[in-house]
Every structure is written in C-alpha cells, then in structure tokens.
C-alpha cells in the first residue's frame, strides 16, 4: 500500500472554492484517466454493477481501456492502464473519459452509489486525485493558483475570501491520509484553519 504525505503548500490559504458540475460539466475527464492494474481489474470484476449506467454500445469492458501497459510507482500495482477516450464535440476539449456519462457524471461512481457503496469505491486514484497532483516525491500538492484559475476547464473557481486548501479538498485529503494522517495534518493548522470534525471520526 503506497503512504502519501502533503506537501507544505496545503497547508496555505488562498481564494479559490472547488467548482460546481454544473458549470464545469466534468470538463476534467476529457483525456481519461490511469487506472492502476489492480483497480483495473476491480472494475472489469464488478463490470455488471457498472454496465447498466454505461450506453449501450459500451457494454463490453475490454472497451473501457485503450493503449499499453505502463510502470508507475505511486499506484500499489505498480502498473497503470488508460481508460479509453472518446470523441465528443459536446464536451470540453471534444474528448471525454469513456466513463463519463450525458449527464456529467462518472458511471463508476454512480454505479457505486446505486449499490450502496462509497462513491469512490471504483474511482481510479488518480480521478479521486485531481485537481491535486504528485511531487515527484509522491507528496500530494497543488499547482498554482493562476494557472488552475485561468484554465476554463478548471476544478477550481476564484473564491472572494482565503481559506485552507486543506478544507477546501478536505474529502479527499481524509480517504487518502486515513485517520492517523489527517489528525496529524489538524495538528498543524492554525485552529481557525481547522476543518470541522467529522461525525463519524
């Protein structure tokens, strides 16, 4: 199981606010995803939960994945595999994931939600990642604000007030650090800066 840490600079504060699926249409899913090997098979495994909310001509899983096998030492496998990319003029870029839906939203987490699982109980790392990123050390970090903020197709919108980018992805810094990791990160922020505790922690 591959340990992240956090770069210092989630510990800053700075104004922006994650975007809405409304105004950004899952603009983010126009170039796929990797899928680590082993979520990979997870999928291809749990393919007839998921099938009902993919179309129809997309009902096979040897479809869902395109291209060659690669090496990548942050996932557990090891290995990573592409989803495929498929066109379509009507979203961002004229590209999307072939997991996203029409109505914007990722079949792989739908499919989850309908089985009473963790929304991101298919997600790829690395779609529950963005619009983090690695070091390449394997701190998880955030790029600069101008350049998130001046891409249209951004995760992230301009907000009228500062706050802790360890609030404003708090989700996601929770399910990747564990219990003991995101305590340790509460420890360091200012207690202004604390996100509030979770009801079931």
Request: charged share 25%; hydrophobic share 40%; net charge negative.
């Amino acid at each position: 199981m591959v340990e992240f840490t956090l770069h210092s600079r989630l510990l800053q504060s700075e104004p922006m606010r994650r975007c809405r699926l409304s105004e950004c249409r899952a603009a983010c899913c126009l170039y796929g995803v990797w899928l680590d090997l082993a979520e990979w098979e997870e999928i291809r495994f749990h393919a007839p939960l998921i099938i009902p909310h993919m179309p129809m001509d997309l009902n096979d899983p040897h479809g869902w994945v395109e291209g060659e096998i690669e090496d990548d030492p942050f996932v557990p496998s090891g290995r990573v595999i592409h989803s495929r990319v498929l066109p379509d003029a009507s979203h961002y870029g004229g590209t999307a994931c072939v997991f996203l839906r029409d109505d914007h939203k990722c079949a792989l987490q739908v499919a989850a939600e309908q089985a009473g699982l963790h929304p991101w109980r298919f997600k790829p790392f690395y779609c529950i990642l963005h619009p983090l990123d690695l070091t390449e050390e394997g701190q998880i970090t955030l790029d600069e604000r101008d350049a998130l903020l001046e891409e249209a197709g951004s995760c992230l919108r301009p907000a009228e007030s500062a706050q802790p980018l360890a609030k404003v992805f708090e989700e996601e810094l929770r399910y990747f650090l564990g219990r003991q990791g995101w305590q340790s990160l509460q420890a360091n922020l200012c207690p202004t800066d604390k996100p509030s505790p979770s009801a079931d922690w």
